[in-house]
Every structure is written in structure tokens, then in C-alpha cells.
């Protein structure tokens, strides 16, 4: 509702106050997609209905706005680099519909529209050039391979592609090397391991993909999620619906392979959490730790 208000005596226009009033039934907000930005204060949430909705920590999670600019199901939100001062982020719809965002005051920046679905988008910082770093937000969703997005201006740069079987991705990681360049390891739906080196960046556009370096086929299916933490730099963990494994980096040989004692019980996620031992959460809610063997 607005309130309107006119000075006395004065015959200027009526001045439109807006003010929101909360009723004693809150909106319906089914959390579908979730994140966590990187100053460990802030968590951002949307919905089944579009709504987004910026939390925080420090006010015993208290919602602090409920922005409105989707029509459709939430399927991403990004925030726009790692930075912990960052205040923007991206937010993408089942409508192909993406949204860049500013926290501080809850204004939709910019929008675009395509016919891309995306479903999980991570923001990349690399050195552009000897003084300068660039970000740009790697996306995967209901398409073949990565497409690589502007944080600034939502445009789609270049995509990293496949020569070899391209298919969607259903995951990936970053794995950052002190003394080479980095690298993109991608999880295909049917079970394709790929891995790019993410080189001359700076160069790539539209009409010139990154391809991958290897791919190579996995003993797994139905990659849910991919784990690789820097203390352990020659392990990787591959978690599927109803199983995981570990690979070396160096060869990319299968060091554990772990299968599901139960048909029934799916797992959603996993996490090296040390040089040992491995996190996986299944969709009963239960979490369980394995112990690797020592080598």
C-alpha cells in the first residue's frame, strides 16, 4: 500500500510513501536452492514460486529481504565473485530467466532471457593479465557442457566444450595448481570424466571453445557430486546415486570403490573432509564417515 502525503499549503504533487506490511500469514517460501556467500554471514535461498530471500546469520537467521523477480522455480543462485565484500549475485529460473542482483538494497540490476536452463553456476577469479584478475561465472544446467557468463553484463562469453561425447554436466571442480595452471574436472550424467586446462581465458569467445585435455570413462553412473580438497592434492571423490570412489589425479586410476549395501539407500552428496576419511549424506537424512585405507 502507499501512503500519500501532501504539505500544507503548498501545491506541489503528493509525495507516494510506499510501505510494506507484513500480515499475520508470512508468504509460502518452499526452499528449493540454497547458498552461501563467502562472508559466512549471509545466506541466500529461492523458492518453488521465484521469490528469493537474503538471510542472516548474525540476526539469529532472521530474513532480512524477499526479492521478487522470477516466475518460475529457482534453479541457481551464484554470487558474482569470492570476494567476502562482494554484494552481488545471480539468480536463475526454470524459464531460462537469469537475474543479477545488489544485496545491499535489493535491486535487480540486469536480466536476460534464454532458452538455457542452468542449474548450478560457480564464480571463477584467474589472472587475466600481470597486474590485473578477471571473474567470470561457470554454469552447467539442462544443456551439453559448461557455458561461461560475464557476472557484469550475463552474456555468455565462450563455453568449455567436448570433442569427445558431449553431454550434460551434472558436476565439476576447480582444482588450483601453485605451479601451473589450473584445471576443470567436469562429471558427465552417464559417467564421463573429463578435465580441461583453463588457459588463456582471456582469449576465448564465442566462435572458440575450450576443449577438453582428457576424458576418460568412469566404473560409476548418475555423478552426483565431485570433492577435492588441496591437503589431499592426488585424491578425488566421485559420489553416485548408489555408490562413490576415489581416484588418483596423477593417473586418474580408481583407488576405492565403494557400493551401496542397499538398493534403498541413495546418496546425495559427499566430502573429503581429510587425508583419510570421507562424508557422504544419503536422502534418508543420515550422514556416515569411512575410514580410507592408509597407503
Known sequence: ?????????????????????????????????????????????????????????????????????????????????????????????ADGRVCLWEIQDGRCIDSTSSVTIHRYIYPYTYKSSRHTRATRLFCIGDYSDIQVMDPQDLTVVFCIASRVEPDWISCFTVITHPEKEDQLIGMTLSGMMKVWTLIELEKKDP?????????????????????YICSARRMMLIVASSSWMIIDMDDLSTVVLYKN???????????????????????????????LPIT
Open 1 to 93: 500500500m502507499t501512503a500519500e502525503v501532501a504539505p500544507a499549503g503548498t501545491k506541489s504533487p503528493a509525495l507516494s510513501v510506499p510501505v510494506v506490511i507484513w500480515g499475520p500469514k508470512p508468504p509460502e517460501n518452499r526452499i528449493c536452492t540454497i547458498r552461501v556467500l563467502p562472508d559466512g554471514s549471509t545466506i541466500i535461498t529461492g523458492a518453488e514460486n521465484g521469490h528469493i530471500v537474503i538471510w542472516k546469520l548474525a540476526e539469529g537467521l532472521m530474513p532480512k529481504q524477499l526479492m521478487i523477480g522470477h516466475s518460475q522455480k529457482i534453479t541457481a543462485i551464484s554470487q558474482t565473485s569470492n570476494s567476502p565484500t562482494n554484494t552481488r549475485f545471480v539468480s536463475a529460473s
Open 207 to 227: 566462435s572458440c571453445s575450450l576443449y577438453e585435455d582428457e576424458s576418460k570413462r568412469l566404473e560409476i553412473q548418475h555423478i552426483r557430486s565431485v570433492s
Open 261 to 291: 549395501k542397499t538398493t534403498s539407500k541413495r546418496c546425495t552428496s559427499g566430502y573429503l573432509t581429510d587425508l583419510d576419511k570421507v562424508t557422504i549424506g544419503y536422502t534418508d537424512e543420515s550422514i556416515n564417515v569411512f575410514q
